[in-house]
């Protein structure tokens, strides 16, 4: 059973930064995209960011367009995710999953569309 370890949250403040990271199993980074996701207390999970096999493409949700950006490092086995100028509704549990699409769109960063679900990095940012 694959599970994905995500790590890297905090309590930070408005303005602030963070980088969560992904450790995915080795040699899987070409093959699978790689989605972040946040669920806020109350709320549904909604998607953040994805990136495809190879890291040939990204997509990133509008709210977060221009604030956050997806990586990976091959040598680590790890996805990031790239968190500048933080806002408080950015408060929320984040999650990495594994996706089986050769590219990322809007269409494709749903809950549905991916799954090894990591236990979250919880991230707070304080106004």
């Known amino acids: 059973q694959v599970q994905l370890v995500e790590s890297g949250g905090g309590l930070v403040q408005a303005g602030g930064s963070l980088r969560l990271s992904c450790a995915v199993p080795?040699?899987?980074?070409?093959?699978?995209?790689w989605g972040w996701f946040r669920q806020a207390p109350g709320r549904a999970r909604e998607g953040v960011s994805c990136?495809?096999?190879?890291?040939?493409?990204?997509y990133t949700a509008e709210f977060a367009r221009g604030r956050f950006s997806v990586s990976a490092d091959k040598a680590k086995n790890t996805v990031y995710l790239q968190m500048n100028n933080l806002k408080p509704e950015d408060t929320a549990v984040y999650f990495c999953?594994?996706?089986?699409?050769?590219?990322?769109?809007?269409?494709?960063?749903?809950?549905?569309?991916?799954?090894?679900w990591g236990q979250g990095t919880q991230v707070t940012v304080s106004s």
């Open positions: 999953g594994r996706g089986s699409h050769r590219w990322c769109s809007s269409t494709y960063l749903e809950v549905s569309e991916f799954g090894a």
């Open positions: 080795p040699f899987t980074l070409d093959y699978y995209s």
């Open positions: 990136l495809s096999p190879g890291s040939t493409s990204t």
